[in-house]
């Protein structure tokens, strides 16, 4: 028997009260059950994405909430600026490209964030852009883009371009504001910060964005969102929903508005800060600047053969997994989630992994390194 | 405290053992975990769809697969004839008029099934068609169709021709084999027969159709099973799937194994014949022939106020979910589901209660009469 710990950026852990609501009975999604269900969802989710507007549940992975905004926001032909700084960066790109569009690429090292100055330069040399897209954080590099920058910026150049933002996973771990930080859409998944399984997928947009939903004629179905928002006034879905997913993000919300949104926030920056301090102490180097670090995912740079050890002991000999780097940081990076159902105390227990499976490759002594640091952070605030 | 019973054509009940996988702790889905179970998975799936080619598994709702199924099978301004006889074949339509497609309708009376001969007249006066599309239980109405036949006729059109088939309220439920029944495409959900909570959607097709994906320039994405096949071969995914429901379609279909495909489909067989001699012997009307009556759902009719007394009374001092109409057979019947993990004595349960309530409101005596008919149904093949 062995403990397991699910530290990727996605899927994971799921709270035993989440498990217990899902698995509490089946309900018709045409009762009163359901409408009450959704009822209760509504407007707490609202205050997750930072939005007085509704927020769309799709049932289905994140991806489909990238090519939902994506499909209702830009129509045929219009010119839109894709920011790829990494995987789910250039995933965007590749969506963009399957439909009609004029696609622009903004892009950034892989590990860096966008360069307001520079990204404003971009974007005055192009005419009549009408979408800009960016991840908040990018997965796959674990930056935390400057959003609210970008936000203006966009406005800036023109009031009625669109800002789409991906916060798959930021959104539950990180502080939002729709308004403040110009976003028409922010979209996410059930998978990351808010502590679901896979398989829910949200669009919150504002009402200007919305009205491009409902002129936009680009042939789509399943992800049609007019469909969605006008079966939401009527607290149901036009489609049958996961619905025990959804059971689950009622326990979700619940939990979170307990504990406190502004406290959720404050624990995923202590997570952050707790493990990047340990990282550096075990001579590890970061991806990521600290002004840029996002608070749900942090990576970490070494060799490869460093590496694939570290991963697999921890996998094998501790029951924690943690995730590689992908596409051209594959075997460059490792990382590490730190996001929804974490505490404090899952990211002793790594660096207290990690520095026993470092001395013991390096032969050198790690131990009480890390956790030293870690600890510093965590108590000093107190 | 109510004992909750959930009769409705999807969402059906899920199993304890089923629940209990589910909330077994989240894996990663690129982990070796992962690419186990989709390797588990993989085989049992097929006997269920009756195919020796693939089963995709998308994470969304059933509605999702048909649409899945048109844009993959069906190129641009290709002529297609969608078959409608109720609620999900009008939605198939709409799915199909969505997208630059000559849509051709064949209308089935709601509550009929397709008359071969009538069809393969209808047929024979088109010219061109690339793909017939139809349910295979219509869902709103309770008629399963002769799918059989239907292919037959397809094929003796045009050998190239693609048949594509819903199977969302039956696979599980009734025997299918896409060979025999010149199926090249058969579609479904999680939340019927498969005892799941809704949230996947399947696709099964044979190679001649799956060459017409790979040459088809439709735009999509999510729903482009190009990427499915692809990452099917190595046990994977293209996207984050919705795992804890992956999880418990392994339980679900070993649970099916264990009782046996047949046995599965002579359960279902069972409980629709017993349901149906109950009615009749509760003076209600039956929607549906005996030769189309859908092993997995039923519908019946009466007067409006009756019907919705049973449905209220059913709910309220029973616990029993079962359905109304849809669109225009709202108000005009009622439907029982009785798919996936549902047995002979929940029949008894919900026949006994409509006994009751109809004795009480019709001031006529039901008491036993209902059951009686059941039970020699139940009986006689033993």
């Not at 192009?126 to 966009?154: F, R």
Request: charged fraction near 25%; aromatic fraction near 8%.
């Amino acid at each position: 028997m062995q403990k397991k710990m699910l530290m990727t950026p996605g899927p994971t852990p799921i709270p035993e009260n989440v498990n217990q609501r899902m698995a509490e009975g089946m309900i018709g999604h045409r009762s009163s059950d359901f409408t009450d269900l959704m009822n209760s969802i509504k407007p707490k989710i609202k205050d997750v994405f930072g939005t007085k507007d509704d927020v769309v549940i799709l049932s289905s992975s994140g991806t489909s909430s990238l090519e939902a905004a994506m499909v209702n926001l830009a129509a045929p032909d219009e010119d839109i600026v894709v920011i790829v700084s990494g995987a789910f960066g250039a995933r965007f790109r590749a969506i963009a490209e399957t439909f009609p569009y004029n696609v622009h690429t903004y892009e950034v090292e892989w590990g860096d964030a966008v360069d307001p100055g520079h990204f404003k330069e971009f974007l005055s040399k192009l005419d009549n852009i009408k979408v800009v897209v960016s991840q908040a954080c990018e997965t796959s590099t674990a930056v935390l883009h400057p959003i609210t920058e970008i936000g203006q910026i966009v406005k800036d150049y023109d009031k009625d371009t669109l800002f789409i933002v991906d916060g798959v996973s930021s959104v539950g771990g990180t502080k939002f504001n729709l308004t403040e930080s110009n976003i028409d859409c922010l979209i996410s998944g059930s998978q990351k910060a808010l502590m679901l399984p896979p398989g829910l997928a949200f669009v919150a947009m504002n009402q200007t964005a919305k009205q491009k939903v409902q002129s936009n004629d680009i042939p789509r179905f399943y992800l049609d969102l007019n469909q969605y928002f006008d079966s939401l006034d009527k607290d149901t879905t036009p489609f049958t929903p996961a619905v025990s997913l959804i059971q689950g993000l009622d326990a979700v919300l619940d939990s979170i508005a307990e504990e406190g949104l502004e406290n959720v926030f404050e624990r995923h920056m202590k997570m952050r800060d707790m493990l990047r301090a340990g990282l550096e102490a075990l001579d590890l180097e970061l991806l990521v600047k600290d002004d840029f670090a996002s608070p749900t995912v942090t990576a970490f740079k070494s060799s490869s053969d460093e590496l694939s050890h570290i991963k697999d002991e921890l996998k094998n000999n501790f029951g924690i997994t943690i995730a590689g780097g992908q596409k051209h940081l594959k075997g460059k990076i490792l990382r590490i989630g730190h996001m929804g159902y974490m505490f404090p105390a899952d990211i002793i227990v790594v660096l207290s992994a990690m520095e026993g499976i470092l001395s013991k490759y390096r032969q050198q002594n790690y131990y009480g390194k890390a956790i030293t640091k870690a600890q510093e952070v965590f108590f000093n605030d107190l």
